[in-house]
T-cell receptor, first 114, second 108 residues
Framework: DAGVTQSPTHLIKTRGQQVTLRCSPK?????VSWYQQALGQGPQFIFQ???????QRGNFPDRFSGHQFPNYSSELNVNALLLGDSALYLC?????????????FGNGTRLTVT | TQLLEQSPQFLSIQEGENLTVYCNSS?????LQWYRQEPGEGPVLLVT?????EVKKLKRLTFQFGDARKDSSLHITAAQPGDTGLYLC????????FGQGTELSVKP
């Protein structure tokens, strides 16, 4: 049973560019959440997708957008990259119970913006 | 804005010692989860506590949820090098928000 898979594992981009990160949820899960984790910090909630719609959003600018596909996989898009966007981006899948369902995390995409 | 404060932020101990990590907030959470994260990997769930005053044990790890559901603690007995990692608490509000983590290093 495959867990949460994320691609790519590492990515280097230049300021101002755009990036797309991808996530496949654990089998049986239909809810995908995205988190940003700076070095030595806890994950910060970006948004959550359920039934192909954004259900919850954290305190992130509109440069951060996402999508969920009918097969429950998801993408995170970041436009106009800033140096401060360098971080580990984690995808987590779960059942849809608001905040109660344990999250199953992927190993993340390490994004470096130069 | 709901915040979860973890303390200490860093902890370096010798194998065999005991330790406690704290997770505090001014907000009430419907449930609280503890995760452990190793370098290069995503966080892995250790436990979920739901009821105020609840105590859960996972081998040498003991988790407690405060009576008012605003705080929690993680106690490790006889720490081992394999316990090394970043310990994260997360509260349901309803979205899951994380504390900043406690970096634990257990030296042999």
């Amino acid at each position: 049973d495959a867990g949460v898979t994320q691609s790519p594992t590492h990515l280097i981009k230049t300021r101002g560019q755009q990036v797309t990160l991808r996530c496949s949820p654990k089998s049986g899960h239909d809810t995908v959440s995205w988190y940003q984790q700076a070095l030595g910090q806890g994950p910060q909630f970006i948004f959550q997708y359920y039934e192909e719609e954004e259900r919850q959003r954290g305190n992130f600018p509109d440069r951060f957008s996402g999508h969920q596909f009918p097969n429950y996989s998801s993408e995170l898009n970041v436009n106009a990259l800033l140096l401060g966007d360098s971080a580990l981006y984690l995808c987590a899948s779960s059942y849809p119970e608001f905040g109660r369902s344990p999250l199953h995390f992927g190993n993340g995409t390490r994004l470096t913006v130069t | 804005t709901q915040l979860l404060e973890q303390s200490p932020q860093f902890l370096s101990i010798q194998e065999g010692e005991n330790l406690t990590v704290y997770c505090n907030s001014s907000s009430v959470f419907s449930s609280l989860q503890w995760y452990r994260q190793e370098p290069g990997e995503g966080p892995v769930l250790l436990v979920t506590v739901v009821t105020g005053g609840e105590v859960k044990k996972l081998k040498r790890l003991t988790f407690q949820f405060g009576d008012a559901r605003k705080d929690s603690s993680l106690h490790i007995t006889a720490a081992q090098p394999g316990d090394t990692g970043l310990y994260l608490c997360a509260g349901a509000s309803p979205k899951l928000i994380f504390g900043q983590g406690t970096e634990l290093s257990v030296k042999p």
